[in-house]
């Protein structure tokens, strides 16, 4: 069940029982359908005198799209993820992987990431290759580390804003 519990869908999986390119249509058709059409342009937003690249973004509705590795795979902070929390509304990111543990970088952006934007009340769409629940699994060797702990809030965190309860939350951003 990845329905979200509210009326709309918010969180796209690829897995077996959906073909291949599903979810990552319905994620598509979602962001154009939440766009009406309008402009889409890629845009830059400073923060504090460095430059956050935004790939797509619907300035007419405050709605911006990236990939996980435009998020998470180059060195971004708190105060990046909270200026894009704070522009936009509504954020789509697509291909969000299963975490590895040796990719300590790609977990710890996606915590902050996280945290930022559940702090600005950002209702978040998703298009990833598992659920939150799997989305970063440790072995027993690795269970105790800080990134683990971290992670379980994260997970709560998402699933939180996959709730209609949260969903209906106003959000803490600026209107332009």
């Given at each position: ?33 939440l766009t ?34 435009d998020l ?79 992670f379980d ?24």
């Open positions: 069940d990845d329905s979200g519990g509210g009326a709309q869908k918010v969180y796209f999986v690829d897995n077996d029982a959906d073909p291949k390119g599903k979810a990552k249509d319905s994620f598509h058709q979602l962001f154009k359908l009406k059409d309008s402009l889409i342009n890629s845009m830059v937003l400073d923060v504090q005198g460095r430059e956050v690249f935004v790939p797509e973004a619907s300035e007419d509705y405050s709605i911006a799209r990236f990939s996980f590795y998470c795979g180059t060195a971004k902070g708190a105060a990046d993820y909270l200026a894009i929390g704070e522009r936009f509304h509504t954020i789509f990111i697509e291909d969000v992987p299963k975490l590895q543990f040796n990719e300590v970088n790609l977990v710890r952006r996606w915590i902050t990431l996280i945290d930022a934007l559940y702090e600005c009340h950002v209702k978040l769409v998703i298009h990833a290759a598992t659920t939150p629940e799997d989305m970063f699994q440790v072995d027993l060797e690795n269970e105790h580390c800080d990134e683990v702990f971290a809030r994260t997970r709560s965190r998402m699933e939180e804003m996959r709730s209609e309860g949260y969903l209906v939350k106003k959000w803490v951003g600026y209107q332009l």
